[in-house]
């Protein structure tokens, strides 16, 4: 069974740098694509950044410039660097891995952008 584990999320000041790492564990299978998610109150949960085995990458409009997702697949982990954060990226950030056609989700870290 596929366990995704987030970490690195937290409280920090608007401007400042958080940043998630996603570790895969349990996969006998090459990972195809990770990305993250984040789910603010309220509202729908939304892509943020996704990235291929390849390296391939896609953000959403709201955070280009701003974060940079990255993965190492001999550890099987992917990172969300976060910076120059605002208000507005306060949400629950959810890994997502996609293995031989089926998505595995980890629970989510909470990341709050305040001051």
């Known amino acids: 069974q596929v366990q995704l584990v987030e970490s690195g999320g937290g409280l920090v000041q608007p401007g400042g740098s958080l940043r998630l790492s996603c570790l895969a564990l349990g996969s006998r299978f090459s990972i195809n694509a990770m990305g993250w998610y984040r789910q603010a109150p309220g509202k729908q949960r939304e892509l943020v950044a996704v990235?291929?085995?390849?390296?391939?990458?896609n953000y959403a409009d709201s955070v280009k410039g701003r974060f940079t997702i990255s993965r190492d697949n001999a550890k099987n982990t992917a990172y969300l660097q976060m910076n120059s954060l605002k208000p507005e990226d306060t949400a629950v950030y959810y890994c997502?891995?996609?293995?031989?056609?089926?998505?595995?989700w980890g629970q989510g870290t909470q990341v709050t952008v305040s001051s």
């Open positions: 990235i291929t085995s390849g390296g391939r990458t």
């Open positions: 997502k891995a996609y293995i031989r056609n089926t998505d595995y």
